[in-house]
């Protein structure tokens, strides 16, 4: 049977993709940043996880505002990487797992939770730069990726308590896949940030920290957070840390803290990042 293994929250700031794809990782500014995905880089080596339930927000890249999933699941053989307006990024193209993600969706789509099914989908920063965090330089990638893609980016997002229940409804569906697999879910984004408007380039180190203790130690607070807190406390791109209650809630329960990371700035975000254990 398929089995999570692991859950694992990263930000997503494009400019740390920019970083690494000109070799500026050593530099002054973006050392640090770097330097706190040595562990995780040595951790995926060891895993050798097979694939990666990745929960990630789209930003206008795949869905333009004319038309935004509040979640979708990603079901195609490979996922081409987006132009955001720069060019792609120079990275291999992402392998999928059509069968895993035809089965989740069948078991969440039937447990009730109405995700739209995407064929074909370009995938941008908000799923690359993890990628690149936790994986480094590749010429191909080491898993297969099932993208779970997350509406943050217009009002109304999903609440936490949805994202925590699908997150529970993900880890039946995977649990109910007859292959043998090991399986990671990563939640993506955050931590606090505002990038537009009056309080541009707000960071609250206190929320986030407290967000970071409380998935181990208060995971019900965070479950029940409401929209206007994270606006209030995080600035308004702070609601993407939604999407880490998804891997939270695939979790179950009791996890346990194998690494944790934070550091302020990164472009005009904080950057967040846990590794955690189902117990
Ligand atoms: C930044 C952060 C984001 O999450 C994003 O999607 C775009 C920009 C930033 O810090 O610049
Ligand atoms: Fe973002």
Redesign the pocket.
């Known amino acids: 049977m398929a089995r999570i293994t692991a859950g694992i929250a990263a930000?997503?700031?494009?400019?740390i993709g920019v970083a690494f794809d000109n070799k500026r990782t050593s530099d002054p500014y973006w050392a640090p940043v770097f330097k706190g995905f040595d562990w995780v880089k040595e951790f995926e080596k060891d895993e050798k996880p097979d694939v990666i339930v990745l929960v990630y927000n789209d930003?206008a890249s795949a869905f333009d505002l004319s038309m935004i999933p509040t979640f979708a699941i990603g079901c195609a053989d490979e996922f081409a990487i987006a132009d955001e307006g720069f060019g792609q990024r120079p990275l291999p193209p992402v392998p999928g797992h059509a069968d895993l993600a035809a089965h989740i969706a069948q078991s969440v789509i039937l447990d009730e939770f109405d995700l739209t099914v995407v064929n074909e989908m370009a995938v941008d920063?908000?799923l690359t730069v993890p990628l690149s965090l936790m994986f480094g330089e590749v010429d191909k990638w080491p898993v297969k990726v099932v993208p779970i893609a997350v509406n943050v980016v217009q009002f109304p997002p999903p609440t936490g308590n949805r994202c925590w229940s699908l997150g529970e409804a993900i880890a039946r569906a995977v649990e109910s896949f007859p292959e043998d697999l090991n399986v990671q879910i990563w939640g993506t984004?955050?931590m606090s940030?505002q990038?537009q408007g009056p309080r541009a380039g707000l960071i609250n180190a206190q929320f986030d920290n407290a967000f970071l203790r409380d998935l181990v130690s208060d995971p019900q607070r965070l479950r029940l957070m409401k929209h206007i807190e994270y606006l209030r406390e995080s600035g308004s791109?702070g609601i993407?840390m939604v999407m880490w209650l998804i891997m939270r809630g695939a979790l179950g329960s009791n996890v346990e803290e194998l690494h944790r990371f934070y550091h302020v700035?990164?472009?005009?975000?904080a950057v967040g990042h846990i590794v955690l254990r189902p117990t």
């Open positions: 930000s997503h700031v494009p400019a930003h920063h908000g984004g955050g940030h990038l791109e993407e700035p990164a472009s005009n975000a």
